[in-house]
């Protein structure tokens, strides 16, 4: 059984920075790639990030030079930095994990408003 949580999301002004966490049950090495999604209200969910075994990392457009993913096989975690946050970036995010099966955590809610 994979389960992945998500923590981090909060409120933050425009501008601001957050960085959400995502930890896996067991090693992440067997999942390629990591991603985090994420979900406005009323709108599909859409990717935002994706990072290989390898490295290699993917952004959507919206968030390219403003959102970082990281991972850390010694702690089982895959990281998003995001920055300059905007208010079009309110949303749920969602860890998503690449093996056997398509995995997905709870989710945690990010706010950017004034």
């Known amino acids: 059984q994979v389960q992945l949580v998500e923590s981090g999301g909060g409120w933050v002004q425009p501008g601001g920075s957050l960085k959400l966490s995502c930890g896996a049950s067991?090693?992440?090495?067997?999942?390629?790639?990591m991603g985090w999604y994420r979900q406005a209200a009323g709108k599909e969910r859409e990717l935002v990030a994706t990072?290989?075994?390898?490295?290699?990392?993917n952004y959507a457009d919206s968030v390219k030079g403003r959102f970082t993913i990281s991972r850390d096989y010694t702690k089982n975690m895959v990281y998003l930095q995001m920055s300059s946050l905007k208010p079009e970036d309110t949303a749920a995010y969602y860890c998503?994990?690449?093996?056997?099966?398509?995995?997905w955590g709870q989710g945690t809610q990010v706010t950017v408003s004034s």
């Open positions: 998503h994990a690449d093996g056997t099966f398509g995995y």
């Open positions: 990072i290989t075994r390898g490295g290699s990392t």
């Open positions: 067991g090693s992440i090495f067997r999942f390629n790639p």
